[in-house]
């Protein structure tokens, strides 16, 4: 099992920057694919960005460029680099990890992007 707990969020104005940092209970290296999705009221939880145990990186259109994601193994960290936010990035953030075949979720953290 893989345990997940996320942090970072709060309220930014448009144009601004937060950093996600979601902590796992195993070193993320071992984790095949570990990401963020998001889920805006209303609206089906969406991905955001995933990070595989060999470093390749894969963006939702919506955000690329703006966001990056990436990991510290030795902290068992993967973050997410959020710039330039915009009110369509507000929803709650969740972290995800692919772990034998089984997906581990997050209790989210929220992001609103307001001024």
């Known amino acids: 099992q893989v345990q997940l707990v996320e942090s970072g969020g709060g309220l930014v104005q448009p144009g601004g920057s937060l950093r996600l940092s979601c902590a796992a209970s195993?070193?993320?290296?071992?984790?095949?694919?570990m990401g963020w999705y998001r889920q805006a009221p209303g609206k089906q939880r969406e991905l955001v960005a995933t990070?595989?145990?060999?470093?390749?990186?894969n963006y939702a259109d919506a955000v690329k460029g703006r966001f990056t994601i990436s990991r510290d193994n030795a902290k068992s960290t993967v973050y997410l680099q959020m710039n330039t936010l915009k009110p369509e990035d507000t929803a709650v953030y969740y972290c995800?990890?692919?772990?034998?075949?089984?997906?581990?979720w997050g209790q989210g953290t929220q992001v609103t992007v307001s001024s």
């Open positions: 995800m990890a692919y772990y034998f075949s089984s997906t581990y």
């Open positions: 195993r070193s993320v290296f071992s984790i095949r694919t």
């Open positions: 990070i595989t145990s060999g470093d390749s990186t």
